[in-house]
Nanobody
Framework: QVQLVESGGGSVQAGGSLTLSCAAS????????MTWFRRPPGKEREWVAT????????YYGTSVKGRFSISRDNAKNTLYLHMNSLKPEDTAMYYC????????????????????WGQGTQVTVSS
């Protein structure tokens, strides 16, 4: 079964840190462009970060650059998002995605097409 499963979300105070994980099954994520995007409550989807295949180029959205870090563990077929200096405006449902399959989901600013994504994990940052 092909799927992406996010975990690691939770509630944290402003200034805190969280690390999100995205475990993949059914395909090798290192062969694909992997992306984190988020959806704040009542707002549109927002691109967060992208890592290209083979551990190549990495890109970040303006609002998270310098605070968030995307990485992958190819041996575990897992994608991560390390989030530091969290702010209340980072509150959102976070999703991991890949460009496996035709691009069917529009996320403004994304560096790669999004063909599949997980169910998401909630991050809540309190002030």
């Amino acid at each position: 079964q092909v799927q992406l499963v996010e975990s690691g979300g939770g509630s944290v105070q402003a200034g805190g840190s969280l690390t999100l994980s995205c475990a993949a099954s059914g395909y090798i994520t290192s062969n694909y462009c992997m992306t984190w995007f988020r959806r704040p409550p009542g707002k549109e989807r927002e691109w967060v970060a992208t890592i290209h295949p083979g551990g190549g180029d990495i890109y970040y959205g303006t609002s998270v650059k310098g605070r968030f870090s995307i990485s992958r563990d190819n041996a575990k077929n897992t994608l991560y998002l390390h989030m530091n200096s969290l702010k209340p405006e980072d509150t959102a449902m976070y999703y991991c995605a890949s460009n496996r399959g035709p691009p069917v989901l529009a996320v403004a600013g994304s560096r790669c097409g999004i063909g599949s994504w997980g169910q998401g994990t909630q991050v809540t940052v309190s002030s």
